[in-house]
């Protein structure tokens, strides 16, 4: 059985009940990357480094995953924290801040009262007669015994000050944070040795792993630097993937959301489309923090720019916040344009907000440095502004809103509401001063006549603006408040909870309570139609509720630039792009790559379902595709239900902890045990390439429950992701352990094994072709030019060598290859489909009334790149049906057109349509999900697909896709990124970009199977 039954080791945490993303106590965890969103000021590693802990200026604390630099589980912290320390189990963390003391446990992910005092010495370093102290930008060395004073050193700067101190007593070197960006390396003699350089903001603390190989820095720039204290580089870069969101909107018809995020994005969301449309625009490089859809098909966007802008289609009306020749735009554009300056907008939004008639907009604006803010109206139809609304001495209008058409009611900082009546021309303005007898910290409009008010302490008022009169509405301890509409206001309290509610008689009734976000919530928006609440959030989230359920029906994480995850509560996601790199589950203490839960959870008909836009045949037909990939991976539904034995794996490196190596090879202890099924084998992947083969290691003879071991894995140079799992016999997998080295030994030079087969000429000369032996000639002739390796092994087979035999001594050939090497396999001739849809590679002396007598099987031919040790290996068929075909979906028919003027077509035997009625769910499918299906490691490239004829013509003088490969080339036109280098990806959009065009959609490759751990030059 294949071994991607693996990923029904997952099945028994369905039995458990999944209780949403990322709770407490939960079996399961979805890991979204967003990193932290303020200065880290804090880090710590774990001393058996399996984990590394973070808190920045927030209280935020994140446990960082080790081994792969991912982020596995966050939790805010009640207090501001002085002291972490993790203890000698690893998943422990003690903290203490504000006089109390916690304990962490990661593994349950659950915070409990400690009892051991912890205290953070960034300060001072010790060494075994030193000791290092700094202050300000100052760092001095003392005599450890006699506490005499030996020799200062300053920073570059005396207003940038050293934050953290670590001394390494393997290197004798002394490390400094300072402010300045840089962390100062010095001798044990305070001898200045470098700077490394490489945060983008000032470096706030340091820690050192136990073995003293790593040195881990903190910086405000909000990310984690990985540096290898042998070499002193960078080797990880540890920050977010997903940012902050903000400014969410929903149209009229309620089926499309806009929204901004922190780095300036504007996503637009789909809903009613068949994929969840995501269109991503980069607006500015500043938040993007107010959105709105109004009734016209126009969009208004502001944030922490220097202006608004309205836009309807093509059309876009910049609204300036000030003039362009103002002098402050003039300093601005002066620096950030002409002089390429970073500086910050001189202007800001705090707010941008519409009439009830959506023909007015207010604009609440701060511009920097002045020591005030000001509101201002703009009528979009008399394209005409109110003059300016200051509010005196201060610079912090906390919130306004529109009354009504011609009202205003602004929240400053000191005690006081201001009304605003505007004339109907804006020109006329009426001021009325409402006192307030403490401090609030929002406010929200509830009617015409009145606005709901948060105080410092947490709790809410109603304010009738006419009368003045001013109830509370009871206790309560929230951290914002939202209009929403419909006579309901949104309450967000101190666990990040929605509270929808409403006013009745100066009482506060809870109608809704929504649980799910994980930091403060930046914003909501809400649909009448389909009384559903939309919300954004600084934890890197959108979500979608239903409120007459309570209930959240999806949660959105943009993923960098283009992507989106789609997530139910019980974890079933969907996704825009088939990127698996972004998010990862906690599954324990440990953390899991999401391409082992990906078959059961990554599921578009669930998605779709719940949200509730798609018709019931297209939520059919994404289900018929979930189906037909569990196939694809050799497994049912069923397994992935009731409950599931697993195997337990350990693995451990016997001779080395770091991650950077300069060895041919390391040690590996396996130690895997099953106390109810025999073990069946052992799986191990280099980069995805099975180095033991696509079966692993056989232990099914051996009939045992419990295997010990110690193997020797070979390295390659460069990085080396090792995954390890075992497999019991009843077809269930461990969870994967992984291993990641950067490794420098290796050749300077690889070496290339380019094997090439080519047929023209056939026993049966009825079936002879032009240009396949010149095809598999020309490839040799190219890359024998390539200067690139050392050498190129050649081994070509013409014509009436291409026998059974002959080709499956290839392997004979190929074993001489060394695992730095690299190893192209091309075929070019005639393919064709047996009765029982099997692809064969036609031989010289093949039947092709019968192709199993004498032809090649694609499982010989794919066979040929198994159980050899190069990590980098290409299979290339230039033949017809060579593609993946699904035999459920297609029938033979009797073969048609072979030629076509100069055109002539690859093709023998019987021709391949889709069945009749039959929708084709393999396309779906695969345009849905990433194929996570290993093989042997090698990217399986096919020139047509498996309906598809394979074309060659004397206009080319090669076959069509073999022109197109050596023409992107020859000619460079491959270098896609024009950076003078072919990558395998590269090549192979070009290819199938120029055989889709040149054959006028007759012909398209298609990829059988990919390797998605490695992308690599060509040429």
């Not at 924290?81 to 000698?88: A, K, M, Q, Y």
């Not at 970073?342 to 002045?370: C, E, F, H, M, T």
């Not at 993923?559 to 906690?586: C, R």
């Amino acid at each position: 059985m294949s071994k991607f039954l693996k990923y029904c080791i997952f099945i028994f945490i369905m039995t458990m009940g999944l209780p949403g993303i990322s709770q407490e106590n939960s079996s399961v965890e979805l890991s979204i990357q967003q990193g932290h969103s303020t200065s880290i000021k804090m880090i710590t590693v774990s001393p058996h480094l399996n984990y590394i802990a973070s808190v920045d200026e927030n209280n935020k604390l994140i446990i960082w995953d080790y081994r792969s630099g991912s982020q596995m589980y966050f939790k805010y912290l009640p207090v501001a924290i002085s002291g972490l320390e993790f203890t000698e189990e690893d998943y422990l963390i003690n903290i203490s801040g504000g006089g109390r003391n916690y304990q962490l446990n990661i593994q349950e992910s659950f915070l409990s009262n400690g009892s051991q005092l912890i205290t953070d010495f960034p300060l001072e370093a010790i060494s075994e007669s030193k000791i290092y102290k700094i202050k300000g930008a100052k760092l001095t060395v003392y005599d450890r015994q006699t506490q005499a004073k030996i020799k200062s050193k300053t920073a570059d700067y005396f207003d940038q000050p050293f934050h953290s101190v670590v001394y390494s007593s393997r290197y004798k070197k002394t490390y400094a944070a300072c402010e300045d960006g840089k962390i100062y390396v010095f001798n044990e003699n305070l001898k200045l040795l470098k700077q490394l350089s490489g945060h983008l903001s000032g470096v706030n603390d340091l820690a050192l792993t136990n073995d003293q190989q790593y040195l881990f820095s903190a910086s405000s720039d909000r990310s984690i630097i990985k540096w290898d204290l042998p070499t002193e580089k960078q080797v990880d870069r540890m920050s977010g993937k997903s940012f902050p969101t903000f400014g969410i909107s929903i149209n009229k018809e309620e089926d499309k959301l806009i929204f901004g995020d922190e780095i300036g994005n504007i996503r637009e969301i789909d809903l009613g489309s068949t994929r969840l449309d995501l269109r991503v625009e980069k607006h500015s490089i500043y938040p993007v923090t107010a959105t709105m859809q109004l009734d016209d098909g126009t969009t208004v966007l502001g944030g922490k720019f220097n202006n608004v802008i309205l836009k309807n289609g093509e059309e876009e009306n910049i609204l300036h916040i000030r003039k362009n020749s103002s002098p402050l735009m003039m300093n601005h554009w002066l620096f950030t344009q002409a002089l390429d300056i970073y500086k910050p907008p001189y202007a800001g939004l705090n707010a941008v907000l519409a009439s009830p008639s959506q023909n007015r907009l207010l604009i609440a604006s701060d511009i920097n440095g002045w020591g005030f803010e000001y509101l201002r109206v703009y009528d979009r139809k008399t394209d005409s502004y109110s003059n300016k609304l200051f509010h005196l001495n201060t610079n912090d209008i906390i919130n306004a809103v529109f009354a009504d058409e011609n009202s205003i009611v602004s929240l400053k900082s000191e005690t006081q509401l201001i009304v605003w009546k505007l004339s109907n021309d804006l020109q006329d303005v009426e001021q009325k001063f409402i006192p307030l007898e403490q401090k609030f910290v929002s406010m929200a409009r509830y009617n015409e006549h009145s606005v709901v008010l948060l105080d410092e302490y947490g709790k809410l008022y109603i304010c009738n603006i006419t009368t003045n009169a001013i109830a509370s509405l009871g206790e309560g301890s929230y951290s914002n408040v939202f209009e929403i509409g419909n006579g309901n206001i949104a309450l967000i309290d101190r666990s990040f909870q929605i509270n929808v509610a409403s006013v009745e008689n100066n009482s506060l009734e809870i109608k809704a309570v929504l649980n799910g976000h994980q930091d403060g919530v930046t914003s909501v928006a809400y649909g009448q139609k389909s009384n559903r609440l939309f919300s954004t959030s600084k934890d890197a989230t959108v979500k979608i509720w239903d409120i007459a359920r309570a209930e959240l029906l999806v949660t959105i994480v943009p993923i960098g630039q283009n992507n989106a995850i789609y997530v139910t509560p019980d974890n079933y996601y969907m996704m825009t792009g088939k990127e698996l790199s972004s998010f990862g589950f906690k599954v324990k203490g440990d953390f899991v790559f999401p391409e082992q839960f990906d078959p059961k959870y990554n599921r578009p008909d669930i998605v779709l379902d719940r949200l509730g836009y798609a018709d019931d045949n297209l939520i059919e037909a994404y289900r018929k595709a979930y189906i037909k990939r569990l196939k694809k991976l050799n497994f049912s539904e069923e397994m992935l239900q009731a409950d599931f034995h697993l195997p337990e794996l350990e693995v451990a490196v016997s001779t080395v902890t770091n991650s950077v190596v300069n060895s041919e090879s390391l040690n590996f202890q396996i130690s895997a045990i099953d106390s109810k099924y025999p073990i069946d084998r052992l799986n191990v992947w280099i980069n995805d390439v099975a180095i033991f083969g696509a079966n692993g290691i056989n232990l099914r003879d051996l009939s045992i429950n419990e295997y010990k071991n110690s193997l020797d894995i070979p390295l390659a140079k460069g990085e080396n992701k090792i995954d390890f799992t075992i497999m019991n016999q009843a077809g269930a997998e461990s969870f994967k352990e992984t291993f990641v080295y950067q490794n420098s030994f290796g050749p300077e030079k690889s070496e290339l094994y380019l094997v090439t087969i080519g047929e023209s000429e056939f026993q049966n000369s009825n079936y002879n072709l032009t240009y396949a032996a010149k095809d598999a000639q020309d490839l040799v002739n190219l890359f024998k030019q390539s200067k690139r390796f050392k050498e190129v092994h050649t081994k070509m087979l013409l014509n009436n060598e291409v026998t059974r035999k002959n080709v499956l001594s290839i392997k004979d050939f190929l074993k001489n290859a060394s695992i730095n090497d690299e190893v192209i396999i091309f075929f070019a001739g005639h393919g064709l489909l047996d009765d029982q849809l099997d692809y064969y590679f036609a031989s010289y002396d093949m039947n092709f009334s019968n192709p199993s007598e004498g032809g090649i099987a694609y499982g010989d031919i794919e066979g040929l790149l198994d159980q050899i040790l190069p990590l980098k290996k290409i299979l290339l068929i230039d033949a017809c049906h060579s593609g993946e075909i699904d035999k459920e979906e297609v029938a033979l028919v009797s073969s048609t057109q072979v030629e076509d003027g100069e055109i002539q077509f690859r093709a023998v035997g019987d021709d391949v349509i889709p069945k009749i009625g039959v929708e084709n769910i393999s396309e779906l499918t695969k345009s849905l999900f990433t194929d996570l299906r290993k093989g042997t490691g090698a990217t399986v490239i096919s020139s047509a697909g498996g309906m598809e004829y394979a074309i060659e013509s004397s206009k080319w003088k090669n076959g069509l896709f073999t022109y197109s490969l050596i023409n992107g080339i020859k000619s460079k036109d491959a270098d896609l990124n024009k950076d003078k280098n072919i990558s395998l990806k590269e090549l192979q959009q070009y290819v199938g970009e120029q055989v889709n065009k040149l054959s006028k959609g007759k012909q398209k490759p298609t990829t059988r199977i990919e390797n998605r751990a490695i992308d690599y030059r060509i040429w």
